[in-house]
């Protein structure tokens, strides 16, 4: 492994830390350490005699062009998330506090997938944590969801846009490898998408949440379900009765899929 690597998977695991903590971590030193790259494998003792031993095909190095595109399917959600916390493909890499790859259970029932991280997402690291976060966890209770239980959350960028904009084509492009690895990774058998940018650019649609709210649709063979973003909930209380509708049409199909989901550990 190269210093880079390591420095790179360092300051990954203590931005979780300080997250966790709610400050500096005190498992982390104040200077952030010196890194140097390891003995190449081929130039020890035991790679020569068992060279299988030595080799992780894990983490590549190898450029995201040059990868197949179904390389995403062998790779595991902390993988994921470190290559989008090295990630600089976009704008919004330069004006990020922290990336914000998503939160919830590696084997979930459903993923929910909302637009982008806002201000207190970009602080923490963490998806859906604000007084929009607060009502997401609301109305998945409702239903039988929690991030913690059956559920992993999700947005269509990982990093915040300026002002909690809506993500530009080309950010939201920049991202999506990352989101389609995600959902090859997780393999949830069903998908709630939050406002309109997460259903446009799922289903590569112009139409809108006003239009596709409550039905159920097709994402690549998996159950998809779209309703008003929490976010616009707080800014339209009016429409919680609407989305409280979509929720339980989107109920109806999870217990066809599973009737004991809720109990999902």
Same mark, same amino acid.
């Given at each position: 492994?190269?210093?880079?690597?390591? @420095?790179?998977?360092?300051?990954?695991?203590?931005?979780?830390?300080?997250?966790?903590?709610?400050?500096?971590?005190?498992?982390?030193?104040?200077?952030?350490?010196?890194?140097?790259?390891?003995?190449?494998?081929?130039?020890?003792?035991?790679?020569?005699?068992?060279?299988?031993?030595?080799?992780?095909?894990?983490?590549?190095?190898?450029?995201?062009?040059?990868?197949?595109?179904?390389?995403?399917?062998?790779?595991?959600?902390?993988?994921?998330? @470190?290559?989008?916390?090295?990630?600089?493909?976009?704008?919004?890499?330069?004006?990020?506090?922290?990336?914000?790859?998503?939160?919830?259970?590696?084997?979930?029932?459903?993923?929910?997938?909302?637009?982008?991280?806002?201000?207190?997402?970009?602080?923490?690291?963490?998806?859906?944590?604000?007084?929009?976060?607060?009502?997401?966890?609301?109305?998945?209770?409702?239903?039988? @969801?929690?991030?913690?239980?059956?559920?992993?959350?999700?947005?269509?960028?990982?990093?915040?846009?300026?002002?909690?904009?809506?993500?530009?084509?080309?950010?939201?492009?920049?991202?999506?490898?990352? @989101?389609?690895?995600?959902?090859?990774?997780?393999?949830?058998?069903?998908?709630?998408?939050?406002?309109?940018?997460?259903?446009?650019?799922?289903?590569?649609?112009?139409?809108?949440?006003?239009?596709?709210?409550?039905?159920?649709?097709?994402?690549?063979?998996?159950?998809?379900?779209?309703?008003?973003?929490?976010?616009?909930?707080?800014?339209?209380?009016?429409?919680?009765?609407?989305?409280?509708?979509?929720?339980?049409?989107?109920?109806?199909?999870?217990?066809?899929?599973?009737?004991?989901?809720?109990?999902?550990?």
């Amino acid at each position: 492994m190269t210093k880079d690597e390591k @420095l790179l998977i360092y300051n990954f695991l203590k931005t979780t830390s300080d997250s966790l903590y709610g400050f500096s971590s005190p498992h982390f030193p104040k200077d952030t350490p010196q890194f140097l790259d390891d003995v190449p494998a081929q130039f020890t003792e035991n790679a020569a005699q068992n060279p299988q031993e030595n080799f992780s095909p894990a983490y590549s190095s190898t450029p995201e062009s040059t990868r197949p595109q179904n390389a995403g399917a062998s790779d595991t959600i902390s993988n994921i998330a @470190l290559k989008i916390a090295q990630c600089q493909r976009c704008p919004l890499a330069k004006m990020r506090m922290n990336t914000v790859p998503g939160e919830g259970i590696k084997n979930p029932f459903v993923l929910v997938i909302g637009e982008g991280p806002g201000e207190e997402e970009d602080r923490s690291g963490r998806p859906f944590v604000g007084p929009a976060g607060q009502l997401l966890d609301k109305m998945l209770a409702a239903i039988g @969801l929690s991030r913690t239980t059956n559920t992993f959350i999700a947005n269509i960028v990982k990093c915040r846009p300026p002002y909690n904009r809506n993500p530009e084509p080309n950010e939201a492009d920049s991202c999506r490898s990352f @989101l389609d690895a995600q959902i090859a990774a997780l393999k949830p058998k069903a998908i709630l998408a939050a406002g309109s940018v997460a259903i446009k650019n799922l289903l590569h649609t112009n139409e809108g949440v006003l239009r596709l709210h409550g039905k159920i649709l097709d994402y690549n063979g998996i159950p998809l379900c779209t309703t008003y973003h929490p976010s616009a909930l707080l800014r339209a209380p009016e429409n919680k009765r609407v989305a409280w509708e979509d929720l339980k049409i989107f109920r109806t199909k999870l217990l066809e899929l599973n009737p004991d989901y809720q109990n999902q550990k």
